[in-house]
């Protein structure tokens, strides 16, 4: 059976990689995320199919301060961390991520099968990253790219 026109540009769509320096990238071993937003060419959101493996998480805790993200379970049960609180989602469920709130989130996969979710979220200019847990802090550019800095401001 042939893949569905719509599948295939799922298959098709480019692997996307972490920003982190090391030794936060080596963190993010076992998520697999496809930017479907820019394979179709979308400039006002990002959407992104992402696969977390068992153990893998989704990013480091983080909060940002313009950006709005949401998110919808399609298959296993991550662990939603929002701030000190946390959370098994489900199959079905979704969560939407304030910006500006400061409180920190992220996915941990804690269980034995893979995790499926959409992760879908909007593109201000000027965003930054607070990591509460981690020495780095992440400002986007004027060119959308992110500058990625200590918490000092000293470059990695």
Request: charged fraction near 20%; aromatic fraction near 8%.
């Amino acid at each position: 059976m042939n893949p569905s026109p719509i599948s295939a540009k799922l298959i098709a769509a480019p692997l996307g990689k972490t920003i982190y320096p090391e030794p936060y990238a080596a963190l993010l071993k076992g998520r697999q995320k496809r930017k479907l937003g820019e394979y179709f060419g979308l400039a006002h959101f990002g959407v992104n199919l992402t696969h977390l493996a068992p153990g893998a998480i989704s990013a480091l805790a983080h909060s940002h301060s313009k950006q709005e993200e949401f998110i919808l379970v399609l298959e296993g049960n991550p662990t939603l961390v929002l701030g000190e609180d946390e959370f098994v989602l489900n199959p079905g469920e979704c969560y939407g991520f304030k910006a500006g709130t400061g409180i920190a989130h992220q996915l941990i996969n804690r269980s034995e099968d893979n995790v499926t979710y959409l992760e879908i979220g909007d593109r201000p200019e000027g965003d930054e990253v607070e990591y509460p847990n981690d020495d780095l802090k992440a400002t986007q550019l004027p060119n959308g790219k992110w500058a990625l800095t200590h918490k000092d401001g000293r470059a990695y």
